[in-house]
């Protein structure tokens, strides 16, 4: 059915969808923009093939997708030929069986072949992915790695193929419940890095605490019985690269961002507590993993309580595996889930009624490189920025920091490293 026919609006459908949510307002809304911003991009195509004196854009787009593809193909082809293999790991609800990626690379000439043969089967929750959404964060590696400036077009794609054995959890078979799909679908990039990181070590980076990125959904009714309904994605501490450390609080390989304070408590009866980066999240290494957060969110209990339940569900991952480090570089920190100071469980829906509060700890990314190579000043940075503790910087990195001046001890730092080293 069309929402719009030559124009004119079919209140109908439009009728149709916001009988069927929770916050029709709010998605009336979102629909509306994207019919502007449709309406916007449409004028604005018109006007440059006007000006350009173009009928159409097919021989221009040939050329741009040609010239990309071409340029992909020659950074691809510095590569040498070869099988090249990795398997990641990612949690489910306790009980169940561990989901397994396993990912094989072939690097064959100017030409990537991507086997997932191996993977697990797909499951009986929202994990399952479907093909397409596999391959768009097989490419995303891919692209990242060999031609990150070029045009992100079809010729980008032309050398990269992938297998996906149908009936895996990266390729479900229909009908499957895919909701939480990014839980298992974000890890595609990981894997990807891992496989590729012998022959390529100046373009990975290690595994995020924003892989998968996190979805919480908070909603319920207000006092006077109308529902509320917010959607919340979070990041972690991004891996850490060759020659950066990993950015803090990044939703990573998903494109997204954190939600500000402000707009979460404007849209919602809820009350933001705490938001504040976690010392001595990020993973270790020569290059240090981006650092994670903590939020606590308060269900208030005064005139402006909601009525109860409040509902949390949560789409997430790292409780139980950390986001690994390369070259020697360590492990992030794990998520966290909390009701009331008590472990809550972070892979369902949660009830929460006036007075609770939540917990919630992203994780921070991998390390990068043996950590006793970062650079004493660095680590000293750290410390003074709050995100590395004066034990941590002894313990892990081998650096002595006054704890008055903030400055690195020179010889006992020395000694330390020296230690390390026998």
């Not at 490419?139 to 149908?166: H, W, Y």
């Not at 892989?211 to 994605?233: C, E, L, Q």
């Not at 308060?298 to 569900?313: E, K, S, T």
């Not at 469980?345 to 919630?360: A, C, E, F, M, S």
Request: aromatic share 8%.
């Amino acid at each position: 059915m069309k929402l719009y026919d030559r124009g004119v609006l079919n209140q109908p459908v439009l009728d149709m969808i916001r009988w069927n949510v929770r916050t029709p307002d709010e998605v009336t809304g979102d629909i509306r923009s994207q019919i502007s911003a449709n309406y916007v991009c449409a004028e604005k195509v018109v006007q440059m093939l006007r000006e350009s004196g173009l009928d159409d854009l097919d021989d221009l787009a040939d050329q741009i997708i040609g010239l990309t593809e071409k340029s992909m193909r020659e950074e691809i082809a510095k590569i040498p030929d070869g099988v090249y293999q990795a398997r990641g790991l990612i949690e489910q609800t306790k009980g169940q069986e561990d989901i397994v990626i396993q990912a094989r690379v072939e690097i064959k000439g100017s030409d990537i072949l991507v086997d997932l043969a191996g993977s697990s089967g797909q499951v009986h929750w929202g994990g399952n992915v479907v093909y397409n959404f596999t391959y768009a964060y097989v490419f995303m590696a891919v692209k990242s790695m060999f031609a990150p400036d070029i045009p992100n077009n079809e010729g980008c794609a032309r050398p990269i193929q992938l297998t996906a054995p149908e009936g895996t959890v990266v390729n479900c078979r229909f009908p499957a419940a895919v909701a939480a799909r990014m839980q298992v679908g974000h890890f595609m990039t990981e894997v990807i890095y891992r496989a590729l990181s012998g022959v390529l070590p100046q373009k990975v980076i290690a595994a995020s605490g924003g892989t998968p990125a996190a979805m919480n959904v908070f909603y319920g009714k207000r006092r006077d019985g109308k529902p509320w309904h917010s959607v919340i994605i979070r990041g972690g501490g991004m891996g850490a690269g060759a020659a950066n450390d990993g950015n803090y609080v990044y939703i990573f390989p998903a494109n997204g961002a954190n939600t500000p304070v402000e707009i979460f408590e404007s849209d919602t009866p809820l009350i933001v507590e705490k938001r504040e980066l976690l010392v001595d999240s990020g993973g270790p290494g020569k290059m240090k993993g981006g650092v994670g957060k903590r939020e606590v969110f308060r269900i208030p209990d005064d005139q402006y309580a909601p009525r109860p339940p409040v509902n949390l569900g949560i789409q997430a991952g790292r409780f139980k595996y950390p986001a690994e480090g390369l070259f020697e570089g360590r492990f992030g920190a794990l998520a966290r889930f909390l009701v009331n100071g008590e472990p809550g469980n972070p892979y369902g829906l949660t009830q929460l009624k006036p007075g609770d509060r939540v917990t919630i700890d992203a994780p921070g990314g991998g390390g990068y490189g043996r950590p006793f190579a970062r650079e004493p000043e660095l680590v000293a940075g750290d410390v003074r920025d709050g995100y590395v503790s004066l034990e941590s910087a002894r313990k892990d990195y081998g650096v002595e920091v006054n704890a008055e001046t903030l400055e690195v001890d020179i010889t006992l730092t020395e000694k330390l490293r020296e230690r390390q080293k026998r």
